[in-house]
């Protein structure tokens, strides 16, 4: 009987709605992953082993996200969530296939492209590439802002629980799909061609769009709240609105009462005329910030973006400082595993954590450990081994690359700097690394940052969850938009931050400003935890009025 039960259970699992949003993310996710890969290897290839496209291609798509991710946010709050879902993963998928099969075309036919009109329909090419990805990227945030900060909060329901566990448990699969995907992708590209590679990514776009394009509409049709949505009552009411004024209009015998319906249906016109319609961008743009700053999350939301300033993570530019202090590929591989072990310890530990203590305090906590952690890493600049030297100019390898030896400026086509050494010289980092004096300093730096991870995905999780149970059903969307926006803003400052001094000697410069920015987050979210919880309790408890036993205990997110 028992086991009969069990298997009950099982079978049910795997038909719920719950399963299906796990089953369908992994999907997504692993198609996201191995593109975001591929595509920076693609553009490096393309170009002769120059940096030049993967940095316009970044540039473009953080500019994109910055700008434009208020307005994505306000499409998804005005739209049937059936609609935005489907819509948002076929315009992905098929941006996606479509590059795939464009680059599938320059890797075979490259050295024809390069005569035909001197080049310039080469080049033509490298711009259809970097619009179409970027257009896939605009629509993976848009599916992003509508699985993960809406679905899973229709499906968890009042269950503040499930819809922790239900975080919890995609942040797992990011994790997961974070270092399996590239592998897969990678091994193809390296037994097989560039070529093989884009045929297998457009190939497995088709294979999960049509079979994420099932999982979402079974689990619409498991859920049914996810048919209702308070961003659209607005649109819906003016629209009717207008209908019934005509109408009236029509019906209408006397004049007076007449003109006056006449005023509002020219309201109404005013409201849809060219030129509203064509600042309407403008407009949402500002309300979504407005929004955004008025929102009582105001401060964890800060505080999350503000951890995106920093050079202690998994990035390329991490990995190569690791190379420069004697670190090989085999070593960096283990320490991403390991990176990846200790974020899913930060998952786990979330749910234990909001179990026993609260949401906010959950996020109190985790930035506690993250602090702690960081300080290895800011020892690290001054351990033995470290490269760390004030007397050597931040500037000095910007530069470099502007004014010859001489101090003059470089003249001639040699003006623009090459990168294609570098490239070279990187490419042997799988094979010989720069020896070191010692390894003291890149172990404490090694050692803080996969140590923070524990503390850093709990608190991104807490984040998450704050915005997902505080802001209204109809700015979910323009609320996370906003968000998006300012993660990558504060990305972007970090990009400007490392070529601005791109030398080993200021990398520990780098770090202490990575930890000031990371201290300054924390000391926002503290800001909002302690007004979060003293408002609360003077909610539950006020100094005139001694507790009530009629009056429920304080939220669990407290």
Known sequence: TCVSVSSERFCEFFKSAKFLIYLGHALSTWGDRMWNFAVAVFLVELYGNSLLLTAVYGLVVAGSVLLLGAIIGDWVDKNPRLKVAQTSLVVQNSAVILCGVLLMAIFQFKEQLTILYSGWLLTTCYIFVITIANIANLASTAM?????????????????????????????????????????????MAFGSHFIGCGFISGWNVFSMCLEYFLLRKVYQKTPALAFKAGQKDTDDQEMKHLNVQKEIGNNESPVEGSQLMNETAEVKKNTSCCYQMTEPIRTFKDGWVAYYNQSIFFAGMSLSFLYMTVLGFDCITTGYAYTQGLNGSVLSLLMGASAISGICGTVAF??????????????????????????????????????????????????HLFGDSGSLREGPTL????????????????????????????????????????????????????????IESERGVINGVQNSMNYLLDLLHFIMVILAPNPEAFGLLVIISVSFVAMGHMMYFRFAYKSLRSRVFLFCSPEQKPDPNIPSLPNSV
């Not at 949401?359 to 890493?377: E, N």
């Open 351 to 400: 749910t234990w954590i909001r179990k026993k203590c609260g949401l906010i305090r959950t996020g109190f906590i985790s930035g506690v450990a993250q602090l702690s952690c960081l300080i290895l890493c800011v020892a690290s600049v001054f351990a033995p081994g470290s490269p760390f030297d004030l007397s050597v100019s931040p500037f000095d390898e910007v530069l470099k």
């Open 416 to 471: 623009v700097p090459t990168v294609e050494p570098q490239i070279q010289i990187n490419a042997t980092v799988f094979e010989e690394a720069p020896q070191v004096e010692s390894y003291m300093s890149v172990s404490l730096l090694f050692t803080g940052v996969i140590a923070a991870r524990i503390g850093l995905w709990s608190f991104d999780l807490t984040v998450t969850q704050l915005i997902q149970e505080n802001v």
């Open 144 to 188: 992003s802002i509508t699985i993960q900060r809406d679905w899973v909060v229709v499906v968890a329901g009042d269950d503040r629980s499930k819809l922790a566990d239900m975080n919890a448990t995609v942040r797992i699969i990011d994790q997961l799909t974070n270092i399996l995907a590239p592998m897969l992708v990678g091994q193809i």
